[in-house]
């Protein structure tokens, strides 16, 4: 009896470390992760030139300065005298620098030099909200904006929409040569769509759409990929629902309506998010379809942030910033949908 004792507690703890590695491993990947947008967004609330201070910093911070004798200085901590004080460093001599005393608001004593390599920049928290209202400026923004909002909504509604009617008709319905067509409608995702690119352009310049929302909406409007999620999905559905709806007297599309899209709701709005970020931040198709400012989308628009040989980041990761609001708004809404419902909902079992 001990010793089953004894090898129950050796097992709890084997499973305690076990799920502490994990634990720590997953909360590394997640450190890992958000960094990146964690210093977007410090970087949208810096100063241009406190973007590449070295070490790199998280908290938008900006040194002290002062005015004194019409300059500007910057000031200092050094231990003078085994007392950390202030000081403003006046101008820099080969390895020593030339400092003042600073305390209270007021330059105290006379300039005398101390070697650099003791001076350490005092720095405070500077948070540079205009950076966002600069970037929403500085580009017709609000433009971008609405024009990525229309071509999103646009195309997400249409990919799901008809998806979930081509999922439906592969999944249900009961056809000549169904199988063979869906196969040979999964094989376009094999084509690269750079391969399609260029044919699909000369369709829409030869039809005169080029700069118009037909060209950014439409060609994005069908998708194999989410035919065949759903189609997945579908499948799953028990066919029982459908038969005593059907001998209710209720007809194809309203069996689609009614019962399978309700009960679908994982499966689209995990296609509505993923589509949904996919054109929002699609760049190469707008971009080879627009021409004139008012036609172009954000990920476009962000483009004329950068130059030829300077990129004000700042304002960049500002934009930036703004861009990837609605993604995440759209993410926080669907993802409460993401694990998988209960289809069996109102049936006895």
């Known amino acids: 009896m001990a010793k089953k004792v004894a090898i129950s507690i050796e097992e ?3 499973r305690f470390f076990r799920k502490l590695l994990l634990y720590c491993l997953l909360s590394i990947g997640g450190i890992i ?15 241009p030139g406190a973007v590449f201070t070295y070490p790199p910093e998280f908290i938008p911070r900006t040194q002290l300065r002062v005015e004194h004798n019409g300059m500007e200085y910057g000031i200092f901590t050094a231990e003078i005298k085994g007392k950390l ?3 403003i460093r006046m101008k820099l001599k080969k390895d020593m620098a030339m400092v003042k005393l600073y305390e209270n608001g007021q330059v105290i004593g006379d300039a005398f030099e101390i070697p650099s390599v003791r001076l350490q920049p005092l720095k405070q928290v500077n948070i540079v909200w205009r950076n966002y209202i600069d970037a929403w400026n500085a580009v017709p923004f609000g433009r971008f904006f609405i024009n990525s909002i229309i071509v999103t909504v646009c195309v ?5 929409f008809t998806s979930s009617l081509a999922a439906y008709a592969f999944a249900r319905l009961n056809f000549r040569f169904r199988d063979q067509i869906f196969f040979g409608y999964l094989g376009t995702m094999m084509i690269p769509y750079t391969v399609t690119m260029i044919p699909v352009f000369i369709l829409i310049k030869k039809m005169g759409w080029i700069d118009t929302y037909q060209a950014l909406i439409l060609p994005g409007m069908f998708t194999a990929y989410g035919t065949f999620l759903l189609r997945q999905f579908f499948l799953s559905i028990p066919k029982d629902l459908e038969e005593s709806a059907f001998i209710d007297g209720a007809t194809k ?17 995990t296609l509505t998010t993923f589509t949904f970020m996919g054109v929002w ?6 971009l080879i379809v627009t021409n004139s400012m008012d036609m172009k989308t954000l990920p476009v628009g962000l483009a004329a942030f950068q130059g030829l040989y300077t990129t004000n980041w700042t304002l960049l990761m500002a934009a930036a910033v703004i861009v990837l609001i609605p993604v995440l708004m759209v993410y926080i809404f669907n993802q409460r949908f993401f694990i998988r419902g209960i289809a069996l909902s109102g049936l006895k079992v």
Do not use: C, H
């Open 281 to 286: 931040n699609d760049f190469m198709w707008p």
């Open 156 to 160: 997400t509604f249409g990919q799901v």
């Open 85 to 87: 004080q202030q000081v």
């Open 12 to 14: 709890k703890r084997r």
């Open 33 to 47: 992760m958000i960094a990146p947008f964690v210093w977007m967004l410090s970087t949208s609330l810096k100063e």
């Open 253 to 269: 599309f309203r069996i689609y309506w009614q019962i399978i899209i309700p009960l679908s709701k994982p499966a689209l709005a």
